[in-house]
């Protein structure tokens, strides 16, 4: 069974940091590209990045996490990250993982984890 699961959210203050992981069960992470989404209350859904398959040699980074949030993949262990420095309230949502079982960053995502909230408040 097609999994992904998210993790490592929390409350944090401004400034701050934290590392969401998104582990993948059911198949083998190695050959697809992974995004990262967030939403917030009252907002649409996002894109906030997303990395391509392999060794992750492309990445999209959005306009509002540029500088601040790197993806990167651990294939061994079947595992997306997204490392979110320097946070800032607007950050706030519930972050999503997910893959459409292609290679490249693709335009629609069909398999999404259950997600992760981050609170960034102090």
């Known amino acids: 069974q097609v999994q992904l699961v998210e993790s490592g959210g929390g409350l944090v203050q401004p400034g701050g940091s934290l590392r969401l992981s998104c582990g993948v069960y059911g198949f083998t992470l190695e050959y697809y590209a992974v995004g990262w989404f967030r939403q917030a209350p009252g907002k649409e859904r996002e894109e906030v990045s997303c990395i391509s398959s392999d060794d992750g040699d492309y990445t999209y980074y959005a306009d509002s996490v540029k500088g601040r949030f790197t993806i990167s993949r651990d294939n061994a262990l079947n595992t997306v990250y997204l490392q979110m420095n320097s946070l800032k309230a607007e950050d706030t949502a519930v972050y999503y993982c997910?893959?459409?079982?292609?290679?490249?960053?693709?335009?629609?995502?069909?398999?999404w984890g259950q997600g992760t909230q981050v609170t960034v408040s102090s």
């Open positions: 997910a893959t459409d079982f292609t290679s490249s960053c693709p335009k629609s995502y069909g398999h």
